[in-house]
């Protein structure tokens, strides 16, 4: 049976989480963010909600920017990221009744394999998806924006494509008309480096990537990633669905807007960085007894610093954990500038046997 495969994203889920709890503030503009130290607005937006976005605020925004670009009325609240965590895990134990094949992509973000569910057939599986879409929304009052097609490169395309609320649907007799005039940096996997690549060769849409000979992309991309922008840019990358086995350690490193030794510069792109494994970490039921500090200099040496953390230490806990790591580590030479920075959580343990809900508590 050809394969069907649905794709769901949560629209702007934190900051819609604290819409629902709040009423009061829907229709002005919302941020959630992460304050990552001293001064009261030094950190970075995570998730914005769509009146923001017509301000130009985006998530990953520095708070400083959102705020110069925001009206009098604009609302700027903390992340609650135990909270959201905690939803997430409740959507996704509801998915699981849905009994397809299934993964948890991301704190907001799954695919299911419906292939059997609903007998190969797309009528049927725009249905499932409605089904989807209204257990979301009477269960947690929330909207999700859902993708049907062929495998999940397309479906996840899909769900971006209408955005929020969205169920769009792609046939494979549709495919190419759906693929082609998208932009390179819709296709899952294309970032910033691959876009000004492509575009150095005039390639701009995902129907410009089809029509481009393997050869070529290998000369670019080298064979793995040239097979995968060839089957990708067709609507034919086809991959099993299918539950991950749970992590052994779990990190995320990023580029520092520029290269710096000020504490407070590295904290607020590393307070971002940790706050999504963090959350990524708790949405899929983990603690970590260790916590490290990845820091990559300018001259490209790898330095990694770890310390022991409490069993369900609280976000900011970490952060204070890792701004510690930091300082202690520039102090050991005072010429050290850092060009990238990241944290990796170790010794990871399931929460599972833990009763209360509210094991995340605050340090
Ligand atoms: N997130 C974050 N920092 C980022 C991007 C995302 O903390 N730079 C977090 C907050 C988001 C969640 O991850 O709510 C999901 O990310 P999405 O990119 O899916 O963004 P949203 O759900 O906020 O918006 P959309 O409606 O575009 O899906
Ligand atoms: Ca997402
Ligand atoms: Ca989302």
């Excluded at 629902?20 to 130290?37: D, H």
């Excluded at 991301?106 to 419906?114: F, K």
């Excluded at 995968?228 to 749970?246: F, K, N, Q, T």
């Excluded at 940790?274 to 820091?295: E, H, M, N, P, V």
Aim: proline share 5%; glycine share 6%.
């Amino acid at each position: 049976m050809p394969r069907i495969v649905l794709f769901l994203d949560l629209d702007y889920f934190f900051a819609q989480i604290e819409e629902v709890e709040n009423p009061e503030l829907r229709g002005k503009p919302l941020c959630v963010c992460v304050f990552s130290g001293r001064t009261s607005d030094s950190g970075v937006v995570s998730s914005a909600n769509y009146v923001a976005r017509r301000f130009g605020v985006k998530a990953g925004m520095p708070i400083k920017a959102a705020k110069k670009l925001l009206p009098e009325e604009a609302v700027i609240l903390p992340v609650r990221l135990e909270h959201y965590a905690n939803i997430s895990r409740q959507i996704m134990d509801n998915l699981k009744k849905f009994n397809t094949p299934l993964r948890v992509e991301s704190v907001d973000e799954a695919v299911m394999d419906v292939t059997q569910a609903v007998g190969s057939d797309y009528a049927k599986a725009e249905e499932f998806a409605k089904e989807v879409k209204e257990m979301i929304r009477a269960n947690f009052g929330l909207t999700c924006s859902v993708g049907i097609g062929p495998n999940r490169v397309v479906a996840k395309m899909a769900a971006d494509y209408s955005k929020p609320d969205g169920l769009t649907v792609v046939k494979p007799e549709n495919l190419e008309e759906f693929l082609s005039d998208l932009p390179v940096k819709n296709l899952p996997g294309i970032g910033a480096k691959t876009e000004s690549i492509l575009a150095e060769h005039q390639i701009k849409t995902v129907g410009d990537l089809s029509r481009q000979s393997l050869e070529k992309l290998e000369e670019l991309f080298g064979p793995k990633k040239a097979q995968y922008l060839y089957l990708a840019s067709r609507g034919i990358y086809d991959e099993v669905i299918e539950e991950r086995p749970p992590p052994k350690q779990l990190s995320k490193i990023v580029t520092l807007k520029r290269n710096t030794r000020e504490v407070e510069e590295v904290m607020e792109t590393l307070a971002a960085a940790a706050s999504q494994a963090y959350t990524r970490l708790a949405s899929a039921k983990f603690f970590a007894s260790k916590i490290g500090l990845i820091a990559i200099t300018t001259r490209l040496e790898t330095i990694t610093r770890q310390a022991d953390i409490r069993f369900g230490a609280s976000l900011d806990e970490v952060l204070r954990t890792l701004r510690i790591l930091l300082t202690k580590l520039l102090e050991t030479d005072e010429k050290m500038m850092l060009r990238r920075v990241g944290v990796r959580f170790t010794g990871l343990k399931p929460v599972s046997g833990q009763t209360s809900l509210n094991i995340f508590s605050e340090g």
